[in-house]
């Protein structure tokens, strides 16, 4: 009797974690983020959906080491950086640029965590990159937008102090010019 107990406890206990596995399951696949994990040899053994619409491959082309190499051709160094970065400290964080299968750049705010087993050895890498393209661009337009309007201040303020300069000489010209 207490055998059976014990396993209709288990079983139930089972389920509980199964649908918790499930549930967070779910939640990654409609994370806007793109997750990635890579093996510890680079390969990319999971993507989620938000990867393949970010840069336009599917999970499975992914996993072909040619076309990982392809996003990451603009930041190649930065990203053994970050992997190294990710050994040492069991984690790191920056931004990259990245290049989509249309050969779009984009900027991504990454982060990379190392991944342990049970037994507290290295098994894993995950990448967590949120596209920050379009906050970029904005970011470059408003420090444009700046960049103008200060040079029309200091435009306009030469032009102010270059005024009070010659209205004297100007002033002394008319005087001159009425006294001939």
């Not at 206990?13 to 199964?18: K, S």
């Not at 992997?83 to 705010?109: C, D, I, P, Y």
């Not at 342990?116 to 444009?144: A, C, M, V, W, Y």
Request: one cysteine or more; aromatic letters at 6%; charged letters at 30%.
């Amino acid at each position: 009797v207490e055998w059976y107990r014990q396993k209709r406890r288990f079983e139930a206990e089972r389920r509980v974690a199964e649908r918790k596995i499930h549930e967070q399951a779910a939640l990654i696949e409609k994370a806007q983020d793109a997750i990635l994990v890579e093996d510890l040899q680079g390969r990319v053994i999971y993507a989620n959906p938000s990867t393949e619409r970010l840069y336009g491959w599917t999970a499975g082309e992914l996993q072909d080491a040619a076309v990982t190499r392809r996003i990451y051709i603009a930041c190649e160094k930065l990203i053994s950086e970050a992997r190294q970065a990710a050994f040492a400290s069991g984690e790191w964080q920056g931004e990259m640029e990245h290049t989509a299968r249309n050969g779009h750049k984009l900027t991504v705010a990454s982060r990379c965590t190392l991944i342990r087993n049970e037994r507290g050895e290295p098994q894993s890498l995950l990448f967590i990159n949120t596209d920050i393209t379009e906050q970029k661009r904005l970011e470059l337009e408003f420090f444009r937008a700046q960049r103008i309007e200060s040079i029309g201040t200091l435009a306009g303020g030469m032009a102010h102090d270059l005024n009070n300069a010659l209205s004297p000489i100007l002033m002394g010209l008319q005087l001159l010019q009425k006294q001939r």
